[in-house]
Nanobody, 116 residues
Framework: QVQLIESGGGSVQAGGSLNLSCEVAERIFHPISIMGWYRQPPGKEREFIANIISAGSTNYAASVKGRFTISLLINKRTTTLQMNSLKPEDTAVHYC?????????WGKGTLVTVSS
């Protein structure tokens, strides 16, 4: 079982920025294949935001491309999501997701609220 610790959520006005972080809580014995972020807006389905492959390539949802940047720290166990130019429609619970040793794991989520 892999435990993920998310941090960095909060409230911000439109146009502002937040930085989310997700760290694998315990020692791991295999490389993490993919680390990524999803979000679930109020009353909607969970949706993909961005991910980063272990080799460094990244993918983004069209709705955040150019505004959000996903990074993998050198320890290879922590990913960050820099969110700029935030909009009210970015309001959602944001979840970290990792693919490790063939299984997917989810964090508990961190709330991002963007006011107009």
């Amino acid at each position: 079982q892999v435990q993920l610790i998310e941090s960095g959520g909060g409230s911000v006005q439109a146009g502002g920025s937040l930085n989310l972080s997700c760290e694998v809580a315990e020692r791991i014995f295999h490389p993490i294949s993919i680390m990524g972020w999803y979000r679930q807006p109020p009353g909607k389905e969970r949706e993909f935001i961005a991910n980063i492959i272990s080799a460094g390539s990244t993918n983004y949802a069209a709705s955040v491309k150019g505004r959000f940047t996903i990074s993998l720290l050198i320890n290879k166990r922590t990913t960050t999501l820099q969110m700029n130019s935030l909009k009210p429609e970015d309001t959602a619970v944001h979840y970290c997701n990792v693919l490790y040793n063939g299984d997917y794991y989810w964090g508990k989520g961190t709330l991002v609220t963007v006011s107009s």
